[in-house]
C-alpha cells in the first residue's frame, strides 16, 4: 500500500495529526510503503488502541490540493 500525504482528503487538516502516518513519522517527507505484514500488525495495534488508526482517504477524482489558506493550520505545521 503506497500513502501519500499529499494525495489525502485530510491533509493537514485537524484529523491530520490524529492519523497512524503523522504519529509515526511526524509527518513523512514523502509516499510511505506499508507491505502486507506491516499492515496486519500496524492493524492489530491500532485495533487494540495502542496506536491512531490510518486516516488516509484518497482525493476524489477532479480535486486539487488545498491552498494555503484552505489548510486552516498550514503555517502551524512542517512539510
Do not use: Q, W
Not at 506499508?34 to 482517504?57: M, Q
Request: glycine share 10%; net charge negative; with cysteine.
Amino acid at each position: 500500500m503506497r500513502i501519500d500525504c499529499a494525495e489525502c482528503e485530510m491533509y493537514r487538516s485537524e484529523h491530520c495529526d490524529d492519523c497512524l502516518v503523522t504519529a509515526m513519522l511526524h509527518p513523512p517527507t514523502g509516499p510511505v510503503e506499508i507491505d502486507e505484514n506491516l499492515d496486519s500488525s500496524l492493524r492489530t495495534l491500532s485495533g487494540a488502541g495502542l496506536i491512531p488508526v490510518l486516516k488516509f482517504r484518497p482525493r476524489s477524482e477532479g480535486a486539487s490540493n488545498p491552498t494555503e489558506g484552505e489548510r486552516g493550520r498550514g503555517e502551524a505545521r512542517a512539510g
